[in-house]
């Protein structure tokens, strides 16, 4: 079975200061997609970034920016020039074709802290 | 565009009973996802309908089940509900290649307590 590992419940940040968040997985599977979700404390989850895992090229979404290193199973999310509005919990996910689903699996999320 | 939309939002119900959670989907979007999330088990995938179809289940008894409308709403349902029950009942929406790389798309949630 497929599983995703956050190590680090909590971290925090300074504002404008950068933060790298952990996250590793296992899996047979060759041909997946990572996934990081943020859930603020108002509850609604988004998508922050996405990753596909036959791509080798790392994600970027404006100030967040991946490291996949696949034969390692490392899916670190980089937060740059952190904003205030960047606290939230934060949710390692990975699906997979296999069993032709949009199932996630989850980590068990990280609290971010972003300090003023 | 509207968001996916949960209801209700907050429920409170005994031991014992049983609730019906509804979720509407992003226009468009016929795969629909359920998951429930807890402080001590995280997210946990319960099961995904596409095409009033439960493609995937995860794994949780018999007293969750769901099902999808022709509209791509959908329902769950939890009978002899238990304290272990309490969550936040979280739905998403997608378009679907069925090969999990669509963004999901989660509506606000409805908080279950059981007492």
């Known amino acids: 079975a497929q599983t995703v590992t956050q190590s680090q419940p909590e971290m925090s940040v300074q504002e404008a200061e950068t933060v790298t968040l952990s996250c590793t997985y296992d899996?047979?599977?060759?041909?997946?997609?990572l996934f990081w979700y943020k859930q603020p404390p108002s509850r609604q989850m988004i998508l922050v970034i996405r990753q596909e895992a036959y791509k080798q090229q790392n994600a970027t979404e404006n100030r967040f920016s991946v490291n996949f290193q696949k034969a390692a199973k490392s899916f670190s999310l980089k937060i740059s020039d952190s904003q205030l509005g960047d606290a939230a919990m934060y949710f390692c996910a990975y699906s997979t074709p296999q069993g032709g689903s949009e199932k996630l699996v989850f980590g068990k999320g990280m609290k971010l802290t972003v300090n003023p | 565009k509207a968001g996916v939309t949960q209801t209700p939002r907050y429920l409170i119900k005994t031991r014992g009973q049983q609730v019906t959670l509804s979720c509407s989907p992003i226009?468009?979007?016929?795969?629909v996802s359920w998951y429930q999330q807890t402080p001590g088990q995280g997210l946990q995938f319960l099961f995904e309908y596409f095409s009033e179809t439960q493609r995937n289940k995860g794994n949780f008894p018999g007293r969750f089940s769901g099902r999808q409308f022709s509209n791509s709403r959908s329902e769950m349902n939890v009978s002899t509900l238990e304290l272990g029950d309490s969550a936040l009942y979280l739905c998403?929406?997608?378009?679907?290649?069925?090969?999990?790389?669509?963004?999901?798309?989660f509506g606000p949630g409805t908080r279950l307590t059981v007492t």
């Open positions: 899996t047979s599977e060759s041909d997946y997609y």
């Open positions: 226009s468009g979007h016929r795969s």
């Open positions: 998403a929406s997608s378009l679907s290649s069925g090969r999990g790389a669509y963004e999901q798309y």
